[in-house]
């Protein structure tokens, strides 16, 4: 068995960890996660293919982003893969709460708009690493076990990429807006949610 993902630079920068609450909603509603999983992907993408246009100035930065979209429309194609295995249909899904909780304290003046943009990126990745490990662990389906599995592999590292990308379009030091959006995001995670999503915080007793 390949050796286990040194997870714990992601457990010290997020702000908060996934709740039991959230796990065992999540295995119970397996067939919502994998569809939202796979809506994350193909946003991610999305998001990373609007970037690249606005933002042509910075070599590293278009080269980044271009890995990206091909990184998360692979991730997107492969978990379409696995909903077809499982006979899943594509039903509508709102969007939850998260993303939107965070891009509403994003600046909006240039480059501190693009910094937040990365910094949020930073937070999303890392969380959805931290739930891939979560779910991995206790989910009674090797098939999607091994491939949470492989996701933490490619993807434990992106986050601090983001920051890094972040730091490089900014003449000051990032860490203030790094601890705000750590601070927003554990609330996000850690409050009552009454959607579930891949992303979202603690079940609500609807």
């Known amino acids: 068995m390949a050796s286990k993902v040194d997870l714990s630079p ?18 119970d509603n397996l067939p919502l996660i994998i569809q939202d ?13 609007n970037l690249i246009f606005r933002y042509e100035f910075s070599y590293d930065l278009q080269r980044k982003l271009a890995q990206l979209i091909r990184e998360e429309m692979l991730h997107y194609e492969q978990v379409l893969g696995i909903m077809n295995e499982r006979e899943q249909a594509w039903k509508y899904l709102s969007a939850g709460r998260y993303a939107k909780g965070m891009l509403k304290h994003k600046r909006t003046y240039e480059p501190a708009a693009m910094v937040d943009v990365l910094i ?7 969380r959805s690493c931290e739930r891939f490990a979560a779910l991995a662990e206790v989910i009674n389906d090797e098939r999607l076990a091994k491939y949470y599995r492989y996701l933490l ?8 990429d983001y920051l890094a990308l972040a730091q490089s379009l900014s003449d000051d030091s990032i860490d203030e807006r790094v601890a705000f959006f750590k601070e927003v995001e554990a609330k996000l995670i850690s409050t009552p949610d009454t959607e579930l999503r891949f992303h ?7």
Do not use: D
Not at 10 to 27: D, K
Not at 120 to 126: C, K, R, V
Not at 153 to 160: C, D, I, N, V
């Open 10 to 27: 992601i457990y010290e920068f997020l702000g908060a960890r996934t709740s039991q609450a959230w796990v065992n909603a999540a295995i």
């Open 37 to 49: 999983h796979a809506n994350c992907e193909k946003k991610a993408a999305g998001t990373a293919m």
């Open 120 to 126: 949020i990126g930073a937070f999303i990745e890392a």
């Open 153 to 160: 592999k490619s993807e434990s590292r992106h986050f601090e």
């Open 200 to 206: 979202s915080g603690n079940p609500a007793a609807i």
